[in-house]
């Protein structure tokens, strides 16, 4: 079981803020232990993530579009929500990390999955 990922909203001191998911994600913690269904908290990971990048550096995991980068967005796009192929990539590699973590038999199909060195 998974939790979702966080969003990225940092105070004006660079701190990450709880985000609008935090009942849901207190709802799927619950479940697991109710089920005794192993729990990947990648909503735990992720803020970790987001929190060590920053304010700034944080922005490569999210959807930030340039203005006048595509005609179809002129003014470009901050979506502090859903991820940008980088932030994909390394939300992948957290999740591969929980499934190792809790001992999946998935994780045994995860070879070479250090998405950090990836050839894009």
């Known amino acids: 079981m998974f939790t979702s990922i966080t ?12 985000n609008t998911f935090e009942p849901y994600v207190e709802e799927v ?6 089920m005794k269904v192993p729990l990947i908290d990648l909503n735990l990971k ?9 304010p700034e550096a944080s ?6 579009i340039e203005p006048g980068k595509f005609t179809k967005l002129p003014k470009g796009k901050k979506d ?10 390394a939300i992948a590699q957290l999740a591969s990390e929980g499934l190792r973590e809790i001992k999946s038999p998935l994780a045994e199909y ?3 999955s250090d998405f950090s060195n990836n050839s894009r």
């Open 7 to 18: 969003r990225r909203k940092f105070d004006k001191n660079g701190i990450l803020l709880p």
């Open 29 to 34: 913690r619950k479940l697991s232990k109710e």
């Open 80 to 89: 502090d929500t859903h991820l940008s192929a980088d932030g994909a990539t």
């Open 110 to 112: 995860l070879v070479n």
């Open 59 to 64: 922005k490569q995991l999210y959807v930030y």
């Open 46 to 54: 992720s803020r970790e993530l987001v929190q060590q990048l920053g």
